[in-house]
């Protein structure tokens, strides 16, 4: 019995698995009824199973430890496994992007790689090296191109230096990348390697680069003069390369005629449609500098005809209608360019480009249609944003200051011409000058000074031989009137005689010769010839107007300025005319309106303030016509205006 519920005992202790203390049921049992020794022995074999377990248990707990120290670690394992496996994707990935990024880069290179000359060794003991010679040159082709002006559309080159660049290509020895990045650009990119040599000669050295399929060139001379020796070799290995921007550097460097053949070879034989048309709109452009405006609008249009999508020829061919005085034709050619300059298809023009030119041609419409305002924001927009074209721009943001009566803006502009940048146009620019300050001039009547501006006419067509073609449309109406002005009248009507029949502003001064010789119906005669030839321009009905207000006629000169408002509603000119003619009319009330429409187009005209001082005061208004007298005061105003002026502010009510 006592062993059954030993036994019992042990099992309920082995199934407790428990503590180290005896079982109290089991030794309540065993000492109960058993002797004292073995109630002793009982205890001791119960001590002895309770060490044996606890032993048991603390092996249990050690081998539990270690296996869950060992699930920990392969957790653990696991998890950097993991890790690793995606480090070594990532970097995989990463050497695979990178690999791809050469081999696209290595096939959208196209630089210009200058290797080591060949050179004898005496030159090469003395420090000119080939490595020094291809340095040289580098410097050389990287000075060029940064003189070069031009707003043409990098991606449109077949051979762009923009993204490479010039650089020397000195060889490396062993395997690294710079070794992967030369060969992949070897087999897959469009880069041009330069070689060459320099040999000794009976007189000197000669100087030969190679620049693969565009072919070599040499150059040969004095030793002494190496350096430019090798300038000139720079200008072949440009020329060969890199033909039209070879073309606009000599542009931009005043050697016309040498860019000639340049444009012409371009416009001919250029490897792709859009370097052709570059090549045709350059070479109308020189052509009119150097042979004649009409020649050159025949080769811009021929240009058009060769290639429909030429928008830049078309954007010449409005400059040159402008400058012949057609206005009309030159607003419709202009929605024409801007057609194209929409479509774009040649990709001639980048972003921008595109926002200049459209600032540039909105300022041509605005100006042939009276708002000289507008027309000068729009050229200074485009002045700040610079381009190729900037020279010109200035001077015509003169030319528009000036016609808007803004004369202290038109002499600060005229200020800034000195600070010019590489103009590629220079005959060109050299006429917007003169013009620019010929109207400056016309603005305060300074007649003899007009005349005195034509004297750099006769040395800019020395230089420039076609620019002569230009005058009759241009300076010809100015200096013709002020002869006219002057008393000149035969050599006036001389000059203006031999003008072309369809020059608009040349009917105008015609015009206005005949009214200072009060020729009034001949006068008459040629305002409508003017009009009819373009009718929707409001210059000629403005002029017209101020005539008939002159000999008297009222009511006739109101029905032209209003005309002229209608063509022009920014047209200040006729608005401030027109408040004139009310005034002289004695409507004050009705020429004030007039007055303040003008002032929005015209703010700093100080006549247009003088007169708008007298309609105050004759309408009472003695403060407001003082503040308008002030304003006028710190105008520019003609002799005949500051006398008035000086009559009418001494007076502290309405004028006289």
């Given at each position: 019995m006592s062993e059954e519920t030993e036994g019992q005992d042990t099992g309920t202790e082995a199934v407790a698995g428990g503590g180290a203390s005896v079982d109290p049921f089991a030794a309540a049992v065993a000492l109960g009824g058993a002797s004292r020794e073995r109630a002793d022995a009982f205890l001791k074999k119960q001590e002895a199973f309770v060490d044996n377990q606890n032993s048991l248990i603390d092996i249990q707990k050690h081998h539990l430890h270690r296996q869950l120290t060992a699930l920990d670690l392969g957790i653990w394992e696991k998890r950097l496994g993991v890790l690793l496996r995606i480090a070594t994707a990532f970097t995989g990935l990463v050497i695979a992007a990178g690999l791809a990024f050469m081999i696209w880069d290595a096939s959208e290179s196209s630089g210009l790689l200058i290797e080591p000359f060949s050179v004898p060794p005496d030159l090469a003991a003395r420090g000119i090296t080939g490595q020094v010679v291809a340095a040289k040159l580098l410097d050389h082709l990287s000075q060029m191109q940064a003189e070069t002006s031009t707003s043409r559309a990098a991606k449109s080159y077949v051979n762009d230096w923009g993204q490479t660049g010039i650089k020397l290509d000195i060889p490396e020895t062993g395997v690294s990348l710079t070794e992967l990045d030369n060969f992949l650009r070897e087999k897959l990119g469009h880069d041009i390697h330069i070689t060459g040599e320099v040999v000794r000669t009976a007189t000197g050295v000669s100087?030969?680069?190679?620049?693969?399929?565009?072919?070599?060139?040499?150059?040969?001379?004095?030793?002494?003069?190496?350096?430019?020796?090798?300038?000139?070799?720079?200008?072949?290995?440009?020329?060969?390369?890199?033909?039209?921007?070879?073309?606009?550097?000599?542009?931009?460097?005043?050697?016309?005629?040498?860019?000639?053949?340049v444009f012409k070879a371009v416009a001919e034989t250029g490897p792709t449609r859009v370097d052709r048309a570059y090549g045709y709109n350059q070479r109308g452009l020189l052509t009119t500098q150097l042979v004649s405006i009409d020649t050159g609008l025949h080769q811009l249009q021929q240009a058009m005809a060769v290639e429909p999508e030429n928008l830049l020829a078309q954007l010449r061919i409005t400059d040159v209608e402008k400058d012949k005085s057609l206005p009309e034709q030159a607003i419709r050619d202009n929605e024409k360019m801007l057609t194209l300059l929409t479509s774009n298809k040649l990709g001639m023009a980048t972003e921008q480009t595109t926002d200049a030119i459209k600032q540039v041609n909105q300022s041509l419409v605005d100006g042939l249609l009276g708002d000289f305002q507008g027309s000068a924001q729009n050229l200074k927009a485009s002045v700040q944003t610079g381009g190729a074209r900037a020279a010109i721009i200035v001077r015509q943001l003169a030319q528009a200051a000036a016609l808007d009566h803004n004369l202290a803006m038109a002499r600060n502009t005229i200020g800034d011409f000195a600070n010019d940048?590489?103009?590629?146009?220079?005959?060109?620019?050299?006429?917007?000058?003169?013009?620019?300050?010929?109207?400056t001039d016309r603005e305060t009547h300074d007649w003899a000074i007009v005349l005195s501006e034509a004297d750099a006419i006769a040395p800019m067509v020395q230089k420039y031989p076609g620019m002569s073609s230009w005058l009759p449309t241009t300076t010809v109406p100015l200096t013709a009137y002020a002869e006219a002005m002057l008393g000149k009248i035969a050599d006036a009507e001389a000059h203006i005689?031999?003008?072309?029949?369809?020059?608009?502003?040349?009917?105008?001064?015609?015009?206005?010769?005949?009214?200072?010789?009060?020729?009034?119906?001949?006068?008459?005669?040629?305002?409508?010839?003017?009009?009819?030839?373009?009718?929707?321009?409001?210059?000629?009905?403005?002029?017209?107007?101020?005539?008939?207000?002159?000999?008297?006629?009222?009511?006739?000169?109101?029905?032209?300025?209003?005309?002229a408002n209608q063509k022009g509603p920014k047209f200040a000119d006729p608005l401030e005319m027109w408040g004139e003619a009310l005034l002289l009319q004695k409507h004050p009330d009705q020429a004030l309106p007039k007055f303040e429409d003008a002032d929005k187009y015209a703010p700093n005209w100080g006549r247009l303030h003088l007169k708008w001082g007298e309609a105050l005061g004759y309408a009472g208004k003695n403060d407001e016509a003082r503040a308008q007298y002030e304003k006028a005061s710190n105008l520019d105003l003609t002799a005949a205006d500051k006398a008035e002026l000086a009559k009418v502010s001494a007076l502290s009510i309405k004028p006289q």
């Open positions: 100087l030969t680069a190679r620049t693969g399929g565009e072919g070599a060139e040499s150059v040969t001379g004095s030793e002494a003069d190496f350096d430019g020796l090798v300038r000139q070799l720079s200008e072949s290995v440009y020329g060969l390369t890199q033909p039209f921007r070879y073309g606009m550097y000599l542009n931009s460097h005043d050697r016309l005629a040498e860019a000639v053949p940048r590489v103009d590629p146009f220079p005959g060109i620019t050299a006429l917007e000058t003169i013009v620019a300050r010929m109207l005689s031999a003008t072309p029949a369809d020059c608009y502003d040349c009917l105008i001064a015609r015009a206005r010769i005949a009214e200072l010789q009060g020729q009034h119906p001949r006068a008459d005669w040629w305002f409508a010839r003017a009009i009819d030839g373009q009718k929707s321009i409001p210059m000629a009905y403005s002029y017209w107007g101020q005539a008939l207000m002159e000999r008297g006629d009222l009511d006739g000169a109101i029905a032209k300025f209003t005309l």
